[in-house]
């Protein structure tokens, strides 16, 4: 079994640290390498599908980024303890009718002691953006560093 660190119990700056790495690997948007930080056994809750194990949460993601094009993602601590960290997000992406959508939702995590995801409950709204009003124009792929957080766009 491989741990991925940082490991619970969490601080403000690992739980910080926990999230930037699943925003990196989600903006990667890879679900085979995205799937590897969860648990074998992990129990998630996406709008309205509730994938149970690696296999069906990648099924998932490959839907999801086959529908959700040029998907740029950031994600924020909301609370965190012990166990568990609780993340707001942002999503910018656009349909293959090339309507852009701003995402907005909330994220509950659950890892066990090697520090892998075994549960996700995630709600997530969509709202419709033009596209001269997109905030998120980093070229594809990790947000730079200096990219500003969801706080400092205002979301």
Same mark, same amino acid.
């Given at each position: ?5 940082? &490991?619970?119990? @969490?601080? !403000?700056?690992? %739980?910080?640290? $926990? ?8 903006? /990667?948007?890879? =679900? ?10 992990? !129990?998630? *809750?996406? !709008?309205?599908?509730? =994938? ?6 990648? %099924? ?14 950031? $994600?924020?601590?909301? %609370?965190?303890? +012990? ?13 293959? %009718?090339?309507?852009?959508?701003? /995402?907005?939702? #909330?994220? #509950?995590? &659950? @890892? ?24 998120? *124009?980093?070229? &594809?792929?990790? !947000?730079?560093?200096?990219?500003? +957080?969801?706080?400092?766009? +205002?979301?």
């Amino acid at each position: 079994m491989s741990q991925r660190p940082p &490991l619970p119990p @969490f601080t !403000r700056e690992t %739980a910080v640290q $926990k999230i930037r790495l699943a925003e990196d690997a989600w903006n /990667s948007r890879d =679900p085979a390498r995205i799937v590897l930080v969860y648990s074998a056994d992990t !129990r998630w *809750r996406n !709008r309205v599908e509730f =994938p149970v194990g690696r296999d069906q949460a990648q %099924a998932l993601l490959e839907r999801k980024w086959a529908r959700e094009l040029d998907y740029r993602l950031i $994600k924020e601590l909301w %609370a965190f303890e +012990g166990d568990r960290i609780a993340v707001r997000f942002v999503y910018e992406w656009h349909d293959d %009718a090339g309507q852009w959508f701003r /995402s907005h939702g #909330n994220e #509950n995590w &659950l @890892f066990d002691g090697d520090g892998l995801m075994t549960q996700r409950h995630a709600s997530i709204n969509d709202r419709p953006i033009a596209e001269d009003q997109r905030l998120f *124009r980093w070229p &594809l792929g990790r !947000r730079p560093d200096d990219h500003p +957080g969801l706080s400092e766009l +205002g979301l």
